[in-house]
């Protein structure tokens, strides 16, 4: 089935820096949910875009939905300590129930 | 965050032994979920139940067997399992089956000796 993948699968960032992390499918997204799951912890949701060329913003972190909805961004501004963790993208599918497919991850380390 | 709970935390099992997962929600939700969370690998989804009813079970060995007696509460009992499925095994429920965001619960990680 579909799957989407995330790039990069590490990211060391210093303290202060911004970064990208990018969730990118060969095929139509119905729409993405974007999770974070410290390390220890479980995963929590942070979004859900669903319309072509959304974004959608939460303090320090952006996220967006490409035009043609075939991948899809989080940009973190000004990183600190507590974005430390593995962000991960997750599609809904279009079956009868709408699994959610998640990619593999983006884990972050952010050094003071 | 307790809306969703998962009991025992750790667990450490033979490969002969029988146990079991619980899971339960608080939020009145109506469907749940076990995912299992290896490491580097992506998370897997195992069984999903909506209103007490199956409705996917994504080719998981039968020594895994999931049972849901009512919408708040999920089980995954454990039999014969083996080192590989060692992992964090992860509850998870949301409103409804085909909307909405999935609530997760803090997982039980699973040693198999």
């Known amino acids: 089935g579909q799957q989407v993948m995330q790039i990069p699968q590490y990211q060391h960032v210093q303290e202060g820096e911004d970064f990208t992390t990018y969730c990118n499918s060969s095929?139509?997204?119905?729409?993405i949910q974007w999770y974070k799951q410290r390390p220890g912890g479980h995963p929590v949701f942070l979004i859900q875009?669903?319309?072509?060329?959304e974004v959608k913003k939460q303090k320090r972190l952006t996220f967006q939905f490409g035009e043609a909805k075939k991948n899809s961004s989080l940009h973190i501004t000004a990183t600190q300590t507590t974005d430390v963790g593995t962000y991960f993208c997750?599609?809904?599918?279009?079956?009868?129930?709408?699994?959610?497919?998640f990619g593999a991850g983006t884990q972050v380390v952010v050094t003071p | 965050e307790t809306g969703v709970t998962q009991t025992p935390r750790h667990l450490v099992m033979g490969m002969t032994n029988k146990k079991s997962l619980k899971c339960e929600q608080h939020?009145?939700?109506?469907?749940m979920y076990w995912y299992k969370q290896s490491a580097k690998k992506p998370l897997e989804l195992m069984f999903v139940?909506?209103?007490?009813?199956?409705?996917e079970n994504n080719s998981v060995p039968s020594r895994f067997s999931p049972e849901c007696p009512n919408s708040s509460h999920l089980f995954l009992h454990l039999h014969t399992l083996q080192p590989e499925d060692s992992a964090l095994y992860l509850c998870?429920?949301?409103?409804?089956?085909?909307?909405?965001?999935?609530?997760f619960g803090p997982g039980t990680r699973l040693t198999v000796l």
């Open positions: 139940y909506s209103l007490e009813e199956r409705v």
């Open positions: 875009l669903v319309k072509s060329g």
């Open positions: 939020l009145g939700h109506n469907a």
């Open positions: 095929t139509t997204l119905s729409n």
């Open positions: 998870a429920s949301s409103r409804r089956l085909r909307l909405n965001e999935q609530f």
């Open positions: 997750a599609e809904r599918s279009t079956d009868s129930w709408g699994k959610l497919q």
